[in-house]
C-alpha cells in the first residue's frame, strides 16, 4: 500500500515571499504519478501540479514548481512570489500508473497562509 | 472550461435515513470516483467506477454504499441508513483514459451533515 507523508500541518509566509511544502511517499511502485491539490476555504480540490515519475525534469507551472526526488522519494511544492490568494490546505497525492482509472491516495495536508 | 458538478451542495438528513448524492462529469471522461473528507481530515478514497462497474473500492465502500450511472451524464453515489460518522464532504472525480488524461478534476463537494 502507498502512504503519503506531509510532516508540516501549517506554514505561513509573507506575500511576495517563497515557500516551499514538503511530500514524501512510500511505495514500491516503479510507475506513479504524483500531483499536488490546492483546498482553500470553499473546499474545492484544485489541481495544482502534476510529475510523471519517469521524468527526470522537475514540473512547473507559472508560479509553482516542484523538487522530484525518485530515489528519495520525496516531491515538494515551491510556491514563487506568494499571493493571498494562495492562501488555501495543500494536499500531496499519489497515484499508480495504470491501464484503468486508479485511486489518489492524499497526505494530511498543509495549510498555507499568506500574509499581507 | 469543462467541470465536474454536485448536487446537492450541502444536505442534512436524520441517522439511519438513505441519502444519494449526485454528480456530473466531466462529458468525454470515462472513470468517475468517490471520496469523501472529513472535517480537519485528510481526503480518503472510496470508489472508482468505469464502464458501469466498480473498478476499485476501499475497506470504507461497505454494504452501506452503492454506486451507479443511471443514464448519460449522472454518476450518483447512496448511502443507506447513514449514520453519524457519515458526516463528511463528499466529492466527486472524472478523469479520461489513463496515459492519455489521468488527472482526476473534482466537483465542488457535497457537505453531508448526518443528525
Known amino acids: 500500500a502507498q502512504t503519503v507523508t506531509q510532516s508540516q500541518p501549517e506554514m505561513s509566509v509573507q506575500e511576495a515571499e517563497t515557500v516551499t511544502l514538503s511530500c514524501t511517499y512510500d511505495?514500491?511502485?516503479?510507475?506513479?504519478?504524483l500531483f499536488w491539490y490546492k483546498q482553500p476555504p470553499s473546499r474545492q480540490m484544485i489541481l495544482v501540479i502534476r510529475?510523471?515519475?519517469?521524468?527526470?525534469q522537475n514540473a512547473t507551472e507559472n508560479r509553482f514548481s516542484v523538487n522530484f526526488q525518485k530515489a528519495a522519494k520525496s516531491f515538494s511544492l515551491k510556491i514563487s512570489d506568494s499571493q493571498l490568494g494562495d492562501t488555501a490546505m495543500y494536499f500531496c497525492?499519489?497515484?499508480?500508473?495504470?491501464?484503468?482509472?486508479?485511486?489518489?491516495?492524499f497526505g494530511e495536508g498543509t495549510q498555507l497562509t499568506v500574509n499581507p | 472550461e469543462p467541470e465536474v458538478t454536485q448536487t446537492p451542495s450541502h444536505q442534512v438528513t436524520q441517522m439511519g435515513q438513505e441519502v444519494i448524492l449526485r454528480c456530473v462529469p466531466i462529458?468525454?471522461?470515462?472513470?468517475f470516483y468517490w471520496y469523501r473528507q472529513i472535517l480537519g481530515q485528510k481526503v480518503e478514497f472510496l470508489v472508482s467506477?468505469?464502464?458501469?462497474?466498480?473498478?476499485?473500492k476501499s475497506e470504507i465502500f461497505d454494504d452501506q454504499f452503492s454506486v451507479e450511472r443511471p443514464d448519460g451524464s449522472n454518476f450518483t453515489l447512496k448511502i443507506r441508513s447513514t449514520k453519524l460518522e457519515d458526516s463528511a464532504m463528499y466529492f466527486c472525480?472524472?478523469?479520461?483514459?489513463?496515459?492519455?488524461?489521468?488527472?482526476?478534476?473534482f466537483g465542488p463537494g457535497t457537505r453531508l451533515t448526518v443528525t
Open positions: 472525480a472524472s478523469s479520461g483514459l489513463a496515459g492519455l488524461s489521468y488527472e482526476q478534476y
Open positions: 511505495t514500491s511502485e516503479n510507475n506513479y504519478y
Open positions: 510529475q510523471e515519475a519517469y521524468k527526470q
Open positions: 497525492a499519489f497515484m499508480k500508473q495504470r491501464t484503468s482509472g486508479s485511486r489518489l491516495t
Open positions: 462529458s468525454n471522461h470515462l472513470y
Open positions: 467506477f468505469y464502464n458501469n462497474e466498480i473498478s476499485e
